[in-house]
């Protein structure tokens, strides 16, 4: 596809009024305890500057997550000349799902959780996004990345819809069977606007292989045996092959990719990673592998450096055992603000969102930032890289492997068949070098940025397809 840019409009502050529904396959019937049908009306409608919605970070210019993502859309829908009243369809969520969630803790105490499922467009296909457990895990949050699952399944062009959902709470103090209990109370309580062909979650930050078994479980005992319903699955119940390290084999295979147009090598190359859980361990250790020095990384405890780079087996040992990377030797402790502004070739965040920021983006010192961390750069930081040379892979490009892999598992699930690891890392590297691509050529033929390329051939995408069902 090629896209061909019109002027910009002016920069807007936020969402606009909200749109009509949208939705892949029809509306679920919502089941007796779907609150939000109870509320009555359409989801989506009224929520998008509710209560709820968090405040913006505080530095100046950072707007919140949901209106952040919402301005990067406005730049790139007025630069491919998106009709006026196409906007709001394609920015509200189409339908919002609050539920409570009670636990009988281990020490007899009955705590409520809130959780949130979040479906922001279904025009390309059913609903797909992670489920994360996190005290932030609120609202605005979960809305800024369930639209960010629209624009990247449409980025990589995989047929589904973007959402996200999440439970506030902290997970590093409940025990297993607190965490099996809320997960699958959560479950049955979303389970009626989930499954196969409507919304399919899968795992995100503090959720593993053994959230997405109980989630099936859960599923399952309503539904029927249902594998399909959730990827990210342990092999045993039906998970893909590589899935587990989907979204670092992904970014890296974008990397690679990206050598000759940006005039660098792997071999050599100097990688600072934020986060060492899934996308930061299986980055580090892949990128470690194709030749790349990583000279730092850190998880919520702290970070480590070596100029010279880490060995990252031995300290991918280090962390198994001590439960973090702090403390592995002959090596220099540093914070997570400091590790962003550490010099490098790579640096990939790989935690939380917004860390590079008005605040922050002067003195990053990296020749590109790769996104492995959904929304880790908020929009005025954004600027100031861009301004400063400095390149960036936005997330909905650089992590978009898991979501890939997650597609492979689903059409794998509803084949009853298996892949071999061969097959699904060369139908992963298709994906991402596609997309890549197609990126990279409307960038250079547009000279916009890769962030507002990669918006720019989502929105279009999302927009032929609504406008091929009738929506509008
Ligand atoms: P995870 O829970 O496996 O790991 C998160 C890591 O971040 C841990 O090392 C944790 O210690 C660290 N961390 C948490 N809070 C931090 C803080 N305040 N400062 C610094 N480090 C902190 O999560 P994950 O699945 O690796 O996801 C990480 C990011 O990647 C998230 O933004 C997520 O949305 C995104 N992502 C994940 C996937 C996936 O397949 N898991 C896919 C695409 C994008």
């Known amino acids: 596809m090629t896209i061909q840019a019109k002027a910009p409009g002016p920069r807007r502050e936020g969402p606009g009024p909200a749109g009509a529904s949208h939705e892949a396959g029809g509306g679920a019937p919502p089941g007796p305890s779907d609150s939000s049908a109870r509320d009555g009306g359409p989801q989506g409608t009224a929520v998008l500057a509710g209560p709820e919605s968090r405040k913006p970070s505080g530095r100046p210019g950072d707007t919140s997550p949901f209106q952040a993502v919402n301005e990067f859309f406005y730049e790139a829908a007025d630069r491919i000349g998106l009709h006026d009243e196409l906007k709001p369809l394609l920015i509200t969520p189409y339908r919002e799902m609050r539920v409570e969630v009670p636990v009988r803790m281990d020490d007899g105490r009955l705590e409520v959780f809130i959780g949130y499922r979040i479906q922001h467009n279904g025009a390309r296909g059913p609903y797909k996004g992670g489920i994360r457990f996190h005290p932030s895990a609120d609202v605005e949050e979960i809305r800024a990345l369930a639209s960010l699952m629209t624009w990247k399944t449409a980025v990589v062009d995989i047929p589904f819809g973007g959402a996200k ?113 899934n996308v930061g361990s299986w980055t580090a250790r892949i990128l470690h592998a194709m ?107 650089a992590n978009a492997g898991g979501v890939t892999v997650s597609y492979f598992e689903w059409a794998q699930n509803i084949q009853r068949h298996r892949w071999e690891l061969e097959k699904v890392h060369a139908e992963l590297r298709k994906v991402m070098s596609a997309a890549y691509r197609n990126v990279y050529r409307t960038a250079r033929e547009n000279d916009v940025s890769l962030r507002m390329a990669s918006f720019m051939i989502g929105i279009e995408r999302v927009a032929t397809a609504v406008r091929l069902r009738g929506f509008v």
């Open 291 to 397: 030749g790349c020095h990583v000279v730092a990384v850190s998880d919520v405890r702290g970070g480590i450096y070596d100029p010279r780079g880490l060995d990252i087996p031995a300290l991918l040992r280090h962390a198994g055992e001590a439960g973090t990377v702090r403390d592995f030797p002959q090596t220099e402790a540093v914070t997570n603000e400091e590790i962003l502004e550490l010099p490098c070739d790579l640096l990939v965040p790989s935690a939380i969102g917004e860390v590079i920021h008005s605040g922050n983006a002067g003195r990053v010192r990296a020749r590109i930032v790769v996104e492995g961390a959904n929304h880790p750069t908020t929009p005025n930081a954004d600027h100031i890289l861009r301004d400063r040379g400095i390149h960036v892979i936005p997330d909905i490009l």
């Open 165 to 277: 959902g999440g439970i506030q709470c902290e997970p590093k103090t409940m025990s297993a069977r607190e965490l099996q209990q809320m997960t699958q109370r959560y479950t049955r309580h979303i389970s009626y606007i989930i499954g196969p062909s409507r919304d399919i979650p899968a795992p995100d930050m503090n959720t593993n292989a053994q959230i997405m078994a109980w989630m099936m479980d859960a599923y399952g005992q309503r539904f029927g045996y249902t594998p399909e319903v959730v990827t990210g699955k342990p092999i045993e119940l039906g998970g893909s092959y590589g899935r587990e390290s989907a979204t670092g084999q992904g970014l890296a295979f974008v990397v690679e990719e990206m050598q000759s147009d940006y005039g660098f090598r792997l071999e050599g190359a100097t990688v600072v990673i934020q986060g060492f859980g």
